[in-house]
């Protein structure tokens, strides 16, 4: 069984930065990227940052330059550090690993960790 855990979210006032983290567990999943996503209030559930297994990184616009995504594959662990917070970067930030289990497509999701900025 395969599992994500994020944790690291908080409450800041814009300006301030926060650290989430995502540790993977579970055997027999060989993950290629990882990807952090946001769901604000009322708002879909967006693609913020992916990273590869080989450590490619992509960001979407409006992160890019505050915020960064790095993985320790040695802990199964990816990590985004997000600085400069905003409050428009409030909502429930989820870490979504995808791969295979012997050839077949998996994705996994976590159960998402609360950020909220304030003005």
């Known amino acids: 069984q395969v599992q994500l855990v994020e944790s690291g979210g908080g409450s800041v006032q814009a300006g301030g930065s926060l650290s989430l983290s995502c540790a993977t567990s579970?055997?027999?999943?060989?993950?290629?990227?990882t990807g952090w996503y946001r769901q604000a209030p009322g708002k879909e559930c967006e693609l913020v940052a992916t990273i590869t297994n080989g450590g490619i990184t992509n960001y979407v616009p409006f992160v890019e330059g505050r915020f960064t995504i790095s993985r320790d594959n040695a802990k199964n662990t990816v990590y985004l550090q997000m600085n400069s917070l905003k409050p428009d970067d409030t909502g429930v930030y989820y870490c979504?690993?995808?791969?295979?289990?012997?050839?077949?497509?998996?994705?996994?999701w976590g159960q998402g960790t609360q950020v909220t900025v304030s003005s």
């Open positions: 579970g055997s027999g999943f060989t993950i290629t990227v």
């Open positions: 979504n690993a995808q791969g295979f289990i012997s050839l077949t497509f998996r994705q996994f």
